[in-house]
């Protein structure tokens, strides 16, 4: 009832590999515990005798050891379900988790490892600056000297050199450092991963992600032009226009982009061809000279009323040569053999001469790349008009553009794919996904992960009666959803504009499941339950799920069976047949009469609440029915 003890599996697979570097030793309670003997395993992976502390290239900070920790250790937390909040509850494959992103990456480790196609993450920049969401993560001067060793914990220096500004640093990486390593997991082999970054810690991210994703997986940084508005600067400094997104794929040699773009290119002209653009028909590279290819150099003749063109001299023609390159004669794309074959593919337009490139759909998504350099498409004031649209303006100042979302999905995505977005903000990452199934029939499924951060008092956004900033994400994502449906829809597409809302919140067992060495026998009776009284059938449910790594958004029905209500998970009929993924029941008083009913379902897997049973003899039998009825069925209880 836990998300999993990381280090205790990487101590397994060490364990695995050099049993030799595994000893015991006593923790800090004086218990006997398997340890890692680090200067055998240090040895194990050196071809040299090592002793002490060698240098080496690495990427150090103030509290990364805690930031590891951090990553690995095990939380007691679970998800519950908010129907009210949710839209289209019991239909719906999209998620929207309430709660710290962390704990929620934890938590989805066991369900959706290696599932998810892309991830997109709006991480806060660490800029200094007061927004809604917290965003600064500098440390007080007095801890930053403190943890780094140059002053000790009566403040007395340590070391000449005091330099500060590493202080803006330390504590952004080691909150962003654990939320990497755990996102890493949940990418399917041919994932990847985008995150927005401006300067303030771009390179310290690109240093950290090489280190988490390794530097050969590393695709590309995208530059974006946030913005036209210019400010009075200071004789130092220069204009900051853009930011960008930094690529990383979990396997690069499993990674594949779309490489067809809507809107690269434009094919202004029609003929009775088709529909073309045109371009130099003058080789334009470093080699486009005539020295370098001196056959592609020659005359062509042109009638300039009927646009035929000629390698011959005529009455009524003019002759055109290649321009000069760097001083240097120019020359043709193709021979003189070439042209006189496919010249009518040639266009002569105010003294150049151009060649057709007629539009081909299979042949455009083998040529066009994405590129690199975003300029006037994707700037922030289109993102502020996406919520103005939407009757949510003011709300945050610098929201991400939908188009920018949407064309990351479009080069990275399949119509079937799962997404991520772990900063979900406002929302925009699931707009955008919604947008692109409803243009191109894909059934995309979103998991947007959202803090409840409390908005400030004075802010728009607190003042049209939003609380923390998961409400404005989850508004937005209902308003997105309805208008699209408004608009022109794929005919394909199955319409998914809902989500179920689940919110992290303390396990649903007391707190005894966890520390029975703790409690005395005085505990003993106000523990006979070991779930808490203000949890519902259906919060286990969802504890069950996770536990068990169960896709959160499979359909699930309630039922009444002698008596007692029942829970299906994934409930389907295949050829006359039922098959059922999970069946389960929370109610009290359980007879062998409902066991026997449950058993002839034969679901993969069945739990009941460990005190459900109506006497000890038939939570005895029940292993027993179910294997004389439904023998392949797992039987589990809570």
């Not at 090592?50 to 939380?75: C, D, H, M, S, V």
Request: charged share 30%.
């Amino acid at each position: 009832m836990q998300s999993p003890n990381l280090t205790n599996q990487n101590l397994e697979k060490i364990k695995m590999i050099f049993p030799n570097c595994i000893t015991e030793s006593l923790d800090a309670s004086g218990n006997l515990t398997l340890a890692i003997d680090f200067d055998l395993l240090k040895q194990e992976l050196s071809s040299n005798i090592i002793e002490g502390q060698q240098e080496r290239y690495q990427l150090n900070w103030p509290g990364k050891k805690q930031a590891f920790l951090t990553a690995n250790a095990p939380i007691a937390k679970t998800l519950r379900p908010a129907l009210q909040e949710s839209v289209d509850f019991d239909n719906t494959k999209n998620l929207f988790i309430e709660g710290d992103n962390l704990e929620a990456l934890k938590l989805l480790q066991e369900t959706y490892l290696s599932k998810v196609k892309m991830i997109y993450i709006d991480p806060p920049y660490n800029t200094g600056k007061d927004f809604i969401y917290r965003d600064n993560f500098t440390e007080k001067t007095t801890d930053f000297l403190q943890k780094s060793s140059q002053i000790d914990a009566d403040g007395n220096r340590l070391t000449a050199n005091t330099e500060s500004n590493g202080r803006f640093h330390s504590d952004w990486l080691s909150f962003i450092y654990p939320r990497l390593r755990l996102a890493k997991n949940l990418l399917s082999d041919d994932g990847v991963i985008f995150i927005s970054i401006d300067d303030n810690e771009q390179a310290n991210l690109k240093r950290l992600c090489d280190e988490i994703f390794g530097e050969e997986n590393f695709v590309g940084q995208m530059q974006r032009k946030t913005t036209e508005h210019v400010r009075v600067l200071s004789d130092y400094e220069l204009q900051k226009l853009n930011d960008y997104i930094l690529i990383y794929a979990k396997k690069i040699d499993h990674t594949n982009f779309n490489k067809k773009i809507t809107g690269a290119v434009k094919y202004e002209f029609k003929d009775e061809i088709g529909e073309y653009t045109l371009k130099s028909f003058q080789n334009s590279g470093a080699d486009g000279t005539r020295l370098a290819r001196p056959k592609l150099y020659y005359p062509i003749f042109i009638n300039l009323e009927s646009n035929l063109m000629s390698l011959e001299k005529k009455d009524g023609y003019i002759e055109i040569l290649p321009k000069k390159v760097m001083k240097k004669d120019g020359r043709w794309l193709w021979s003189k053999e070439k042209f006189e074959q496919d010249n009518h593919l040639l266009e002569y337009k105010n003294g150049t001469i151009y060649r057709k490139y007629y539009y081909d759909k299979q042949e455009d998504q083998n040529k066009y790349q994405a590129e690199k350099l975003w300029l006037d498409c994707f700037q922030n004031r289109l993102g502020a008009k996406d919520l103005t649209e939407l009757n949510l303006q003011g709300f945050f100042d610098y929201p991400k553009p939908t188009q920018l979302i949407k064309h990351i999905l479009q080069i990275s995505t399949s119509p079937n794919d799962l997404i991520l977005d772990f900063f979900a903000g406002s929302g925009t990452t699931a707009h955008a996904l919604m947008q692109l199934n409803a243009e191109d029939g894909g059934n995309r499924k979103f998991i947007m992960v959202q803090l409840p951060e409390k908005c400030d008092e004075k802010s728009e956004s607190y003042k049209a009666g939003y609380k923390n900033i998961a409400e404005i994400s989850k508004e937005r994502i209902r308003r997105a959803g309805k208008k699209i449906l408004e608009g022109n829809c794929h005919e394909g597409w199955n319409k998914d504009v809902g989500f179920r809302v689940l919110k992290i919140d303390s396990s649903n067992m007391n707190e005894i499941y966890y520390t029975p060495n703790n409690t005395n026998q005085n505990d003993l009776f106000s523990a006979v339950d070991n779930i808490k009284q203000d949890r519902s059938a259906l919060d286990l449910l969802f504890q069950v799920l996770l536990d068990l790594g169960v896709d959160l958004t499979l359909p699930i029905s309630q039922k009444t069976i002698c008596g007692k209500t029942i829970f299906a998970v994934n409930e389907d009929k295949i050829l006359g047949e039922t098959k059922i993924d999970l069946v389960a029941c929370f109610d009290l008083n359980i007879g062998e009469d409902l066991i026997y009913e449950l058993a002839k379902t034969k679901p993969l897997k069945v739990v009941f609440r460990d005190n459900g049973f109506a006497s000890d003899a038939i939570k005895i039998n029940v292993c027993q029915i179910f294997k004389q009825i439904s023998p392949d069925t797992i039987v589990k209880s809570i």
